[in-house]
């Protein structure tokens, strides 16, 4: 999650990215070994004589010297043409951040930078809701009528690259922003699909329009397992936290009032993340006091976000659905409720990202995407890596996805029709 009004992600747009490129301190040891083998086997001395003095101190370090070794490689380096100084400047600071062993913490470009609009409910790309899961990108859904839709991109493929570079270990920002790009110009992604199989697409992107909440459930009406029409309940998804999704959603929740919903079945099924200041306006349409989040920085120091009175549909049960594609803020408000007592939470294990993203942009116009604090439920639960566990679990099977049968849609109405009917 990340903080202000930046985050989330979805390539419609919560960390980040390791290259493809070793870290400096193995590139470092790699020279080491070859530069000493050069002196024993010619048994010439490996100090130049016009080396300069040593002007720092055991345990002090001058970055400058990265510039040094720059200069030398120009200089002396057998094959010149593998000094492309963009690689190694990138190469550089990902070995650098590689170090930290931290996905919330990562570079990207001036023109990714640029090109970083997710959370003005519109962007530039293929259009296709992502997710991490086992370090891979995952497609959760495209978005209908997208690139990525016509092209015939489906729930479960993976991207394995983009431009031919692996994408294994990047974080979701990352990927989304090397897919994105300005409208009218092409991508390349490889996909993976579930039968193993690995296609390149080459996409053009365009201007993608989304809103992150609606109510209108999958296949266009709440149906039972039955597959009866279900009255008298409500049905809410949202798709990630833009700095609209507040209005958005308190619009939505009175609008299924109004229609004379009873329970409602707040979706936040894939839902990667998205702005703090969204989330927590979101959870306390929910709430009329209580802890909502715990936010701890650096220094152990923890600021705790309280509800005020006046939510929305005070008397409306509610039940969540996640998955485990849910993270960062859809987690901290599937946790909100679910401690508070306001939600029970159906579904899988959350994803658990658990850290608070802030860009600082760089000299350069790049960015660097830096965990500037943790988050923990208000029961003061830390979630990163661990996830938030549903009041019942419901894991789709293997007949369920062959069958487009939502399991877990069945429970939550199940559970709300349940406490309706109870004395």
Request: charged share 25%; net charge negative.
């Amino acid at each position: 999650m990340s903080s202000d009004d930046r985050g989330g992600v979805s390539e419609a747009g919560g960390g980040g990215g390791k290259g493809r490129r070793a870290p400096l301190i193995v590139a470092a040891a790699l020279i080491a070994v070859v530069i000493a083998a050069g002196a024993f086997v010619l048994g010439q001395s490996t100090v130049s004589e016009e080396a300069p003095s040593v002007t720092t101190a055991p345990g002090e370090f001058d970055f400058s010297v990265l510039n040094d070794i720059r200069d030398i490689l120009g200089k002396d380096y057998v094959k010149p043409d593998n000094l492309d100084d963009q690689t190694l400047y990138e190469g550089a600071i990902q070995g650098l951040l590689n170090i930290l062993n931290d996905s919330g913490t990562f570079y990207i470009d001036r023109t990714s930078y640029e090109l970083d609009t997710t959370l003005t409910g519109s962007y530039e790309g293929i259009g296709a809701n992502i997710a991490l899961q086992d370090d891979e990108t995952v497609i959760v859904a495209p978005i209908k009528d997208t690139p990525a839709d016509r092209a015939g991109l489906v729930s479960g493929d993976v991207i394995v690259a983009v431009e031919g570079e692996p994408t294994k270990g990047w974080a979701l920002e990352r990927v989304t922003l090397r897919v994105r790009g300005p409208g009218g110009s092409e991508v390349t992604i490889s996909i993976r699909h579930v039968d193993d199989t690995i296609e390149d697409y080459t996409l053009t992107r365009e201007r993608v329009q989304t809103e992150s909440v609606t109510i209108v459930p999958p296949g266009g009406t709440l149906r039972d397992a039955s597959g009866a029409d279900v009255t008298g309940l409500g049905y809410v998804y949202i798709r990630s936290f833009t700095p609209d999704t507040a209005a958005e959603l308190e619009a939505a929740l009175r609008e299924v009032v109004a229609a004379g919903a009873r329970g409602l079945i707040l979706d936040v099924r894939g839902n990667p993340g998205g702005s703090l200041n969204a989330t927590v306006s979101s959870i306390d349409l929910f709430l009329d006091d209580g802890t909502m989040l715990i936010q701890r920085d650096a220094s152990g120091r923890e600021t705790n976000y309280v509800a005020r009175a006046g939510q929305v549909a005070a008397d409306l049960p509610v039940v969540i659905l996640q998955d485990r594609f849910s993270a960062s803020a859809s987690e901290v408000l599937a946790a909100a409720l679910q401690e508070n007592g306001r939600a029970t939470v159906v579904g899988e294990t959350s994803f658990g990202k658990g850290t608070v993203n802030s860009p600082r942009q760089l000299r350069d116009g790049g960015a660097l995407f830096v965990t500037i604090a943790q988050w923990l439920t208000p029961s003061g639960t830390l979630i990163d890596k661990v996830g938030v566990r549903p009041d019942v679990e419901v894991l789709l099977t293997d007949e369920d996805i062959d069958l487009r049968r939502d399991a877990q849609l069945h429970r939550a109405i199940d559970i709300l029709q349940g406490q309706l009917r109870a004395p």
